[in-house]
Structure formats: structure tokens, C-alpha cells
């Protein structure tokens, strides 16, 4: 497999044969020495030309760049020992793209020490659509008619929209885009993500064929869009469904490669960067590691180690998957960290870890979390919806898709529906209330606690529940978060738990009667109206 930079472009018809980088006017041109030639526009930094053995796969209206545009820039290079370095520099932002002798592979870094003024902190290639028009179908919004918030379309009557295209961060390491005997791939490979905010679970967003002006975000963090251009992203920051604040500092190592089609290896080496001097970049040798055991978490569900520094957003996040007791992890800044022990999405324990340079530290992780005996569940207490009705869709599809099942409202019998019926949504102006039908025995009735937890509201909303002739106070609003969730094809906001104490002579040895009903302070119409997401209802 022929692998190629799609390292940031420039505009140039032809590829050089020799490896190198020269400038002549206004353009800089990187070139691999084995077919992919980058032009960069050495006023401004953007690429504006990534030409791969003679086919370009730049967008000629609208180019590849950090954020939306630096504006202006200060665009230097050295080449030394077959590796060539374009440094783009403002006030806040260092960006660098680095190439190798006969890989075509650009390799790339930032450093911020501010957000950019104009957009979120993210590399987008926006890329030549006849060459490259193979992206994510869910994220192919060309044409479209808006549906909402002018970031979701519907096109042949199916739902898209840029952020479709998100997956969870611990999952993503390869994306792209392909055309006939090429592919242009995102390689977030190692510590890519360290800098970033969010977590393992917040989702990112793939390419996607771009519309008009518009672009991809997300909480997820955004891919893919497909429009009049083909777009693929690296979200460094993004402001949607953001649950922390932005890290400031060194972000990547990350790259952009260009193969004759198939996706490259997430496990680039990096490790020749580790000399480079680039600002805030830190090398292995600087860096830590992190062994343990873990216990406590029920059985079949995925297990996740989070890394978060201690009494500060500053520095960075790392994360493992953990299996069979035990977990690992490398490549970590010296510090103290938070970790946190993850029952599928939801946080089940955690404990303080300090890492020092070149060592490897220890540490057993309990989960703490609150499992009773129940009476009835309805789903998994994992932080997620998964199993419940449309969870298996909501990812790839806005809720009022055709290809969505009926939301209700709900009516689920304790022991005779299964959880897949049961909403894994609940919209105050589509599917209000979800009602619950139980025929309790006299040796379950009493004083017994309601538990309902979510993943994530919108609008302030946030479960009220009447059970037969009694009716829960109203619990407080939750924290807010800035994005419209759901709607957006993600459920991970902030977990919540809500529990609700039955009185005494309120249930009976007979048919009982529960409703959900979601109230807000705020309005809003049919899926943007006050809303929340279930992980899973317990009755204990």
C-alpha cells in the first residue's frame, strides 16, 4: 500500500521528484519525494494545493486549514536529516506540518495557548469531492433541505448532518475519505488526544461531504461531512454537548496520509518528533505510566480507566481499556491524576495517582457505585441507552427519521416488555409521559425507592414521577449543558441519578401505576423541546 501524506495543501499541478521544501512567491511546497506534493499559501498558512501523483485532492474554493483560517501567519521551514518542517505561527497558535523522505504522510502539531478568535481549535482538510467522494452516507448533507439548527439537512428523505459522522474519542484513530485508487485518512494515533477535553466518551466527528458554508462540530467530536467539498476533521476542542473546559497547550501528535485506498494503521510512530524541539511537545523519555487492578464492576460490561490531572483542567486526559481485573497505560505526563473507573459510560469509582518520569506507578481501583437488591430494572445502569428503543439508531440519525421506530407515548408492563420498548428518550412535546404498569405482590409494596438515571437533558428537563394517587416533588434542574444533545446523535452529556421515595401505603398488592413526565422551565417544540435521556429505572 502506496502511503501518502495527505499533508496540507497548496496548489500545484504536477508532484517534484526530489524530497524537500521550496518556496517560490507566495507558495511553500512540501514535497515527500514519492508522488505527494503540499502547497502551502505562506501568508496565511492554509494548503492550498495536495496533489498525489498528479491528481489533486485540494478543494480549489475553499482550503485546508486550522479552525476557520488563521487569517494571517508567519510561515517558516527547515529540512534536516530527511525530515521537512513547516512551522505557521500567530500570537497563540504554533501549527506545524512535518514530512519524511518516501512517506506520504504529513504529520502534524499544534500548540495553542488561546482558543482561535474565528472557530473551534480543529484541522480541517476540505477536500477534492470528484477525487474523494466516498465519506460517511450519514454525513453526506449536499443538497439537503434544513431540518434544524442549519447543521441537519434531509436528503432522499433520510436525516444527515456532519455530526452522524461522530464516534466516541477512544475509538477514534483512523478516518477518511476515499476515491478511485486513493484515501485520505485522520491518524490520531498515542497521545493524539491528550490535550483535548471531554473524555473517552465524548464523540468526534468524521468526514463528511460539506453544503454551502457550512462545517462540522461536535461532542462528540465531529469526522466527516460531505457537501460541494469532501471534509474531514481533527476536533481538538469542540463546544457541543461539552461537558469541561478547554486544555491549552501541545495537540497531536496527529496526521493527515494519503494510501492508494485502504485505511493506514492507527499506530503511527511518532517517536522521530521527540527531537524536533516543537513548542510544548513532550517526549517519551518525559513521560510516565500507570499499572493497576480494578473490581467491582458488573459483569459483560465494558471497562474503561480515565486519567484526569488533579484539582486542574490544565495539563491533560488519557484513558485504557481495562479487561479481566488489570489495565495499562503509557505515554503520560508526569502528575497527580484523578482516574476514574468507568462501568460502561457511567462513573463507578475512582482514586489518585501520581506519575513521575520514567517510572510507572500503581494503583487498585474499586467501583463505589450503589447496586441494591431490585424488585424490577428496566436497561443496564452503564451510563448508556443501549437496548432501549431507537438507541440503536439515534448515533446516525436525527429522532424524526422515518427509519426512527414510533416514540410514543410509551406504555411498558414489568414483565412481559422487554427493554427494547421501553424510550430511550423522552421529549416533553413528543413522548410525555412514559407510563410503567406493575402488578406488585404484598411482599413487595411498602416504602420503596424509585431510581431513574440519565445520560444527558436538554432545556433544563428532567424527570416528575406519579405513582398511583402520589406525586414526586420536583427535583432540581441539572447542570446545564450548551448543545442540543440528542438531536445531534449523541446521549453523552452529564450522568444523573434521580431518586424518588415512595411512601408508605402508596403501592398496592395489585396493578400500580408510574408516569414519567418530563418538566422544564423552558419550552421548546417536538424534539428540541425540554428532554432527557434514560440509562436505566430501578425499583427497590
Known amino acids: 500500500m502506496k502511503l501518502l501524506a495527505l499533508a496540507l495543501l497548496g496548489c500545484v499541478p504536477t508532484a517534484f521528484a526530489a524530497f524537500g521544501i521550496t518556496t517560490s512567491g507566495s507558495k511553500m511546497l512540501m514535497d515527500t519525494g514519492d508522488g505527494l506534493v503540499v502547497t502551502i499559501n505562506t501568508s496565511n498558512g492554509d494548503i492550498t494545493s495536495i496533489d498525489f501523483d498528479g491528481i489533486e485532492l485540494q478543494d480549489s474554493s475553499k482550503f485546508t486549514q486550522l479552525s476557520s483560517g488563521l487569517g494571517s501567519a508567519t510561515v517558516s521551514s527547515t529540512v534536516d536529516n530527511d525530515i521537512g518542517v ?15 523522505s518516501g512517506e506520504n504522510t504529513v504529520y502534524i502539531g499544534t500548540h495553542a495557548s488561546a482558543e482561535p478568535e474565528v472557530g473551534e481549535l480543529r484541522f480541517i482538510a476540505r477536500l477534492n469531492k470528484d477525487a474523494l467522494p466516498n465519506g460517511v452516507t450519514a454525513s453526506e448533507v449536499e443538497g439537503g433541505d434544513v431540518v434544524e439548527g442549519g447543521d441537519v439537512f434531509r436528503v432522499d428523505g433520510q436525516t444527515r448532518s456532519k455530526f452522524y459522522s461522530s464516534v466516541r474519542f477512544i475509538e477514534d484513530q483512523v478516518h ?21 477535553s471531554g473524555g473517552p466518551f465524548f464523540r468526534g466527528q468524521y468526514p463528511c461531504g460539506s453544503f454551502s458554508s457550512h462545517w462540522l462540530t461536535f461532542s462528540s467530536d465531529i469526522d466527516n461531512q460531505g457537501s460541494a467539498q469532501q471534509e474531514v476533521y481533527f476536533y481538538m476542542n469542540s463546544n457541543h454537548e461539552q461537558t469541561e473546559s478547554y486544555r491549552t497547550g501541545f495537540f497531536g501528535p496527529y496526521a493527515l496520509a494519503v494510501t492508494t485506498g485502504s485505511a493506514p494503521s492507527g499506530d503511527l510512530d511518532t517517536s522521530f518528533m521527540d527531537d524536533l524541539g516543537l513548542e510544548g511537545y513532550v517526549p517519551a523519555s518525559d513521560r510516565g505510566s500507570v499499572s493497576g487492578t480494578y473490581s467491582g464492576t458488573l459483569d459483560g460490561e465494558d471497562v474503561t480507566i480515565g486519567f484526569k490531572v488533579s484539582h486542574s483542567n490544565d495539563d491533560a486526559q488519557y484513558w485504557t481499556s481495562a479487561s479481566g481485573g488489570s489495565f495499562s497505560r503509557d505515554s503520560m505526563k508526569p502528575g497527580t491524576y484523578t482516574a476514574t473507573l468507568y462501568q460502561g459510560e457511567l462513573e463507578a469509582g475512582t482514586g489518585s495517582v501520581t506519575v513521575s518520569q520514567g517510572g510507572t506507578a500503581s494503583l487498585a481501583l474499586t467501583s463505589s457505585l450503589d447496586a441494591p437488591d431490585t ?38 408492563t414489568v414483565g412481559s416488555s422487554a427493554d427494547a420498548d421501553f424510550p430511550m428518550a423522552q421529549f416533553k412535546d413528543v413522548n410525555d409521559p412514559t407510563t410503567i404498569l406493575w402488578n406488585a405482590s404484598s411482599s413487595e409494596i411498602g416504602e420503596r425507592t424509585l431510581r431513574i438515571r440519565t445520560t444527558s437533558a436538554f432545556a433544563g428537563g428532567r424527570p416528575q414521577v406519579t405513582v398511583n394517587d402520589w406525586t414526586s416533588d420536583a427535583p432540581a434542574a441539572p447542570t446545564a449543558v450548551n448543545s442540543r444533545g440528542v438531536t445531534r446523535g449523541t446521549w453523552r452529556g452529564l450522568n444523573q441519578v434521580y431518586d424518588y ?23 421548546g417544540d417536538t424534539f428540541l423541546s425540554p428532554n432527557v435521556v434514560f440509562d436505566s429505572v430501578e425499583l427497590f
Open 501 to 523: 421515595t415512595i411512601p408508605d401505603g402508596t403501592l398496592t398488592a395489585s396493578e400500580n401505576t408510574i408516569s414519567i413526565t418530563i418538566i422544564s422551565g423552558s419550552s
Open 86 to 100: 513547516v512551522t505557521i505561527s500567530t500570537d497563540t497558535i504554533t501549527h506545524y506540518y512535518i514530512i519524511r
Open 176 to 196: 477518511g475519505v476515499t476515491g478511485d485508487g486513493v484515501g485520505a485518512y485522520i491518524i490520531i494515533p498515542g497521545v493524539g488526544y491528550e490535550t483535548s
Open 375 to 412: 424488585i424490577w430494572s428496566i436497561g443496564t445502569v452503564d451510563g448508556t441507552p443501549s437496548g432501549f428503543l431507537n438507541a440503536d439508531l439515534i448515533e446516525s440519525m436525527h429522532p424524526s427519521d422515518d427509519r426512527m421506530n414510533a416514540w410514543g407515548p410509551v406504555t411498558f
